[in-house]
Nanobody, 122 residues
Framework: QVQLVESGGRLVQAGASLRLSCVAS??????LGWFRQAPGKEREFVAA????????YYADSVKGRFTISRDNAKNTVYLQMNSLEPEDTAVYYC?????????????????WGQGTQVTVSS
């Protein structure tokens, strides 16, 4: 049974930092990604990382502020978020892709976590 469990979301002030975690279990994956969805908006890609190798991918809106990383020994992917802005407020979802090749589309991912709320106050 595949499980993706996110944690780390909370209310912070603008300019603060936050680290999200996603523990993945149940099978091997090609890549893990983070998406976010704000109220009334579509789910959007944030970042992704291959489970092996060093390839990472970022949305333009978070480049230079967010960093995705992984700890294979702990089956965990992290999203370090710095210089948070109110526009970063959303539910953040961890997603897993079992197919070879990078995707920034939600349809390119096979498994999803339940989401963790990040709220950035101004």
């Amino acid at each position: 049974q595949v499980q993706l469990v996110e944690s780390g979301g909370r209310l912070v002030q603008a300019g603060a930092s936050l680290r999200l975690s996603c523990v993945a279990s149940g099978r091997t994956f090609y890549a893990l990604g983070w998406f976010r969805q704000a109220p009334g908006k579509e789910r959007e890609f944030v970042a992704a990382i291959r489970w092996s190798g060093v390839s990472t991918y970022y949305a333009d809106s978070v480049k230079g502020r967010f960093t995705i990383s992984r700890d294979n020994a702990k089956n965990t992917v992290y999203l370090q978020m710095n210089s948070l802005e109110p526009e970063d407020t959303a539910v953040y979802y961890c997603a897993a892709d079992v197919r070879v090749g990078f995707s920034s589309s939600p349809g390119g991912y096979d498994y999803w976590g339940q989401g963790t709320q990040v709220t950035v106050s101004s």
